[in-house]
């Protein structure tokens, strides 16, 4: 039997239990945008962060809501996810967390790592963190002007040295944005992660999303595309733990080889989120409209839009598109993400056919 065989196997199981999980969603993973704010101004952010972003759920309303998930779900197998905006920069971030940790919740952040100074690194040891992915989007002259931070580098490798030095996580994880200005720097990257003592190396591709769809100068070309693939595939066969982001059908050839796993968009079927607002959706870089927006938690409760909402999210996704319904590989890809989608013309934005495959 040819790998190509075992893939395509492998595949159909998964778009079989992809349809079973549409009718039986299962929640593993709730994001929590703690706030909108942020001290860098990255072009990329997906979520147009800002100085001044929305922070109308207070603590007593997280702990509100985390006793009703509690109560609805249970703690184990569901994972809190929690991001921003940069969550540090919330007064209440501790007493959040702490709420999330004497309800037994197990967790883990997104962070740009410039705040975690040694004192904050045992504070989120004490407060029950687990893991972390800190974003490092080039050396350092590179990112900091990518992040619009002068000193972000420093002050994040800092932070995440100091996350290290505490040696209570179960993941210090680094996560990289590649465009077509930083992949010139992919080896040198390489070098440096792995002159350090973090868990994994987490690259991703430039998404067409937010701030980002002002610069089409700076998504990756498919030569660009090609090389960061063969590149991750290269090192995880030398047993570097380097693995592409969860966005993006990729193909038989690169399928299981750049990442543990296969393709499958987890938005509506295993993630949810709830946004600084208490608006209620899948993925947070899925575009906020009115159709991927299923209630808030100030007014509904959250199992209940679980059960009853996310319907765009529960189904194929590529068979709103002639072109994609018209494609052998629909039963592997559905459309592709959920967050690069084009709602107004049912598309997608981001297809790897005839790049990749």
């Known amino acids: 039997m040819t790998m190509k065989t075992i893939k395509e196997r492998h595949l159909t199981q998964l778009a079989a239990y992809h349809e079973k999980l549409c009718r039986e969603p299962k929640l593993r993973h709730l994001f929590l945008e703690l706030t909108l704010r942020c001290n860098a101004n990255c072009f990329h952010c997906g979520s147009n962060c800002t100085y001044e972003g929305d922070e109308s759920l207070t603590a007593a309303d997280y702990r509100r809501i985390l006793e009703e998930v509690k109560a609805d779900f249970g703690t184990e197998g569901l994972m809190l996810c929690i991001t921003g905006g940069e969550p540090l920069l919330r007064r209440d971030f501790f007493e959040i967390m702490g709420t999330a940790k004497d309800l037994g919740f197990v967790w883990g952040m997104t962070s740009n790592a410039t705040l975690i100074d040694k004192e904050t690194a045992h504070r989120l040891r004490e407060t029950g963190m687990r ?49 077509h200005k930083n992949i010139r720097e992919l080896e040198a990257l390489f070098e440096v992660m792995r002159g350090i003592d973090i868990d994994s190396w987490r690259v991703a591709a430039l998404e067409p999303i937010g701030r980002a769809l002002s610069r089409p100068d700076l998504m990756l070309t498919p030569g660009d595309v090609r090389t960061l693939m063969d590149f991750t595939r290269e090192k995880r066969r030398a047993g570097y733990p380097v693995e592409y982001g969860c966005s993006h059908y990729l193909g038989l050839g690169y399928e299981a080889e750049v990442r543990d796993w296969y393709w499958l968009c987890n938005a509506g079927v295993y993630t949810a989120s709830i946004m600084a607002n208490g608006d209620i959706g899948a993925c947070l870089d899925i575009e906020r409209r009115p159709e991927t927006v299923f209630g808030n938690v100030k007014t509904d409760r959250f199992s209940d839009v679980w059960k009853q909402g996310f319907g765009i999210f529960r189904g194929n996704l590529g068979e709103r598109n002639e072109t994609c319904r018209a494609c052998p590989d629909l039963p592997f890809c559905r459309g592709d993400a959920a967050h690069s989608w084009n709602y107004d013309k049912n598309e997608p934005m981001v297809c790897y056919k005839n790049v990749l495959f």
Request: charged share 25%.
């Open 131 to 179: 893991t972390i992915s800190v974003s490092i989007d080039g050396l350092p002259e590179t990112h900091d002007e990518l992040r619009g931070m002068r000193g972000g580098y420093e002050r994040a490798m800092r932070g995440v040295q100091n996350l290290i030095d505490e040696n209570a996580f179960d993941a210090v994880q680094i996560t990289t944005v590649f465009n």
